[in-house]
């Protein structure tokens, strides 16, 4: 192990590849998180229990282990903290301001609409009133969404004033500074842009179409990459991308953009300064290109000139989540089995017996996943079927809530 110190946040469960892989490099990897049981502070070689959102905390916690660089993954709550630590450093990174404009929805929009990028009708709200007044403007349905939150959280699609205004107190609720956007209803299938910026700009790495839950909720039920669609459209969804991150921005490391294909085009929904969470960047898209992405990231992190090059192989890969009814957890068992099948990457489960199952209205609240890379579309989707049916999850029906001190899992 060299000397060279690296502070990566949070720590995360899906975080964990990109600490193992700083180790493998030889690196001392700090991990800050504020749970105390992250996963990623137990395989880290310094544990601090810090929050992600305390950006001074945080920055003494560099200082003092004379990090040389800093990384933040899988989620938008370290963006702006990573940034404000690498600035303060003199690190790289992509700086406060493209920070503030990557998790900040509203100046996100704002950017976009400045450079011409198609996008949905928006206002901003901080009252019922205002997001009523903003929803007789925009025209009915529109979608109510917290201006600094991820996972779907406090997202919601309503086709009445009435439901704006039961809503809204759970959007903001859901926004660190009670700011939520109303936005016009897009119409058509969605789809994410993974890519990575290095030294030759923008690079593609993979395009997927999404199975999303019910209303009013809207949070992703699978991935399946590459998407279904035509060719122009590809390419389309790549040029927005493109042009979003250049809007924003963002200059370095990886870039997770979510946009609408309707039948006028391709809309912005948003984009992200980091990967598609739930170990989509730190783990499928590795194994569906064969690009080591994540030493990549951190010699980028590092200050070295980055150049991806052209993938060694293209697999199909998916992305499945697991949800079940509310009730009591009976029985997990099968996960064994799940991962052993052939094409299978990753099984995750959130659930153990005597855990309660509630209500899923929001991405963190989903019970697991399963991902696995194959040579076709119908191969990913089979193999992902498989794997969930390999699973043997009892769920006990109740309405009865938890008592004091059981788990709930949603």
């Not at 799940?338 to 995750?348: L, N, R």
């Amino acid at each position: 192990m060299t000397d060279r110190n690296i502070l990566i946040l949070p720590a995360s469960d899906a975080v964990v590849p990109l600490i193992l892989k700083a180790q493998a490099m030889g690196l001392k990897v700090v991990a800050a998180d504020r749970d105390p049981n992250a996963m990623g502070l137990r395989c880290a070689n310094v544990a601090e229990t810090v929050s992600v959102f305390d950006c001074k905390r945080m920055l003494a916690v560099a200082r003092q282990h004379r990090v040389e660089a800093v990384i933040t993954e899988q989620t938008d709550a370290a963006v702006l903290t990573a940034a404000y630590v690498a600035e303060q450093m003199g690190l790289p990174g992509i700086g406060s301001q493209v920070a503030q404009q990557a998790t900040d929805k509203w100046l996100m929009r704002e950017c976009c609409r400045r450079a011409g990028i198609e996008q949905p009708m928006y206002r901003k709200a901080m009252s019922v009133s205002e997001a009523v007044r903003a929803a007789e403007e925009i025209g009915l349905p529109v979608v109510l969404k917290p201006s600094d939150s991820q996972a779907s959280r406090g997202v919601a699609k309503v086709w009445t004033l009435d439901d704006v205004a039961a809503r809204f107190p759970l959007a903001q609720a859901a926004s660190r500074s009670g700011t939520v956007l109303v936005e016009d209803m897009m119409v058509g299938t969605e789809s994410s842009v993974e890519a990575f910026i290095d030294a030759e700009g923008v690079q593609t790495l993979g395009i997927c179409d999404k199975v999303k839950c019910a209303p009013p909720y809207s949070f992703d039920l699978q991935l399946i990459y590459p998407a279904a669609f035509d060719e122009q459209t590809m390419h389309a969804l790549q040029r927005t991308h493109e042009a979003v991150v250049r809007a924003v921005g963002i200059r370095m490391g990886f870039t997770h953009g979510e946009y609408m294909v309707t039948e006028n085009g391709v809309r912005l929904i948003e984009v992200a300064a980091r990967g598609c969470g739930a170990r989509v960047a730190t783990e499928l898209l590795p194994a569906m290109t064969g690009l080591d992405l994540l030493e990549a990231r951190i010699r980028q992190a590092l200050g070295e000139r980055v150049s991806l090059g052209s993938p060694p192989r293209r697999k199909d890969g998916i992305l499945t989540f697991l949800t079940f009814s509310p009730g009591r957890v009976m029985r997990v068992d099968g996960v064994t089995d799940a991962q052993a099948i052939d094409g299978v990457i990753q099984v995750g489960i959130g659930l153990r017996p005597g855990d309660r199952i509630g209500v899923i209205d929001e991405g963190g609240k989903r019970c697991g996943q399963i991902m696995a890379v194959g040579e076709s579309r119908a191969d990913v989707m089979a193999k992902a079927q498989a794997a969930e049916e390999a699973l043997d999850v009892e769920i006990e029906a109740e309405e009865v809530p938890p008592s004091a001190g059981e788990r709930e899992v949603a």
